[in-house]
T-cell receptor, first 114, second 111 residues
């Protein structure tokens, strides 16, 4: 069974530019999560989708971050405009449902904002 | 505010040594998980503990959930270089699937 796929794996941009990350969850998984992991810290949940609806986006900086999962499968996370403090690994995870199911993580996208 | 504090932050030991990593909080969690994350990869689930006082073993790794479900520990016996990685605890509160991750412990096992 294929795992969670993410692209790109690495991205370097200058501040004030925009960037987008893509995630393809495990087939059949209804719930998708985006996390931000700053170097030396644990992941922090940015947004959780159940199918194509948002369940929790309380920690998403909505002035610059946006995410969508239009068809309930793939998802994109966008940052516009990027700030230096957005440099981090962005992890996507999926689970079969929104109950207490195991979350499976992708390899992450490493973003460096100069 | 970091709800889950891990200690130590960094640990460098020789192959064959034993070690313990702690995960502490002032909050009660319905369950607690431990993950290992290797460089360039996402976290991988090692174990889930649910009951206060619960002890689970995974080969050389022993996990314990505190009686009050506020803290947990991970003990590794006879560490090997393959154990190197970032160890993360993560707690769930209530019936949701929202994970609150700890601050992480970076372990390096030297051959």
């Amino acid at each position: 069974e294929a795992g969670v796929a993410q692209s790109p794996r690495y991205k370097i941009i200058e501040k004030r530019q925009s960037v987008a990350f893509w995630c393809n969850p495990i087939s059949g998984h209804a719930t998708l999560y985006w996390y931000q992991q700053i170097l030396g810290q644990g992941p922090k949940l940015l947004i959780q989708f159940q199918n194509n609806g948002v369940v929790d986006d309380s920690q998403l900086p909505k002035d610059r971050f946006s995410a969508e999962r239009l068809k309930g499968v793939d998802s994109t996370l966008k940052i516009q405009p990027a700030k230096l403090e957005d440099s981090a690994v962005y992890l996507c995870a999926s689970s079969s449902s929104s109950g207490q199911e195991t979350q499976y993580f992708g390899p992450g996208t490493r973003l460096l904002v100069l | 505010t970091q709800l889950l504090e891990q200690s130590p932050q960094f640990l460098s030991i020789q192959e064959g040594e034993n070690l313990t990593v702690y995960c502490n909080s002032s909050s009660v969690f319905s369950s607690l998980q431990w993950y290992r994350q290797e460089p360039g990869e996402g976290p991988v689930l090692l174990v889930t503990v649910v009951t206060g006082g619960e002890v689970k073993k995974l080969k050389r790794l022993t996990f314990q959930f505190g009686d009050a479900r506020k803290d947990s520990s991970l003990h590794i016996t006879a560490a090997q270089p393959g154990d190197t990685g970032l160890y993360l605890c993560a707690g769930r509160r209530g019936a949701t699937n929202k994970l609150i991750f700890g601050t992480g412990t970076l372990l390096a096992v030297q051959p």
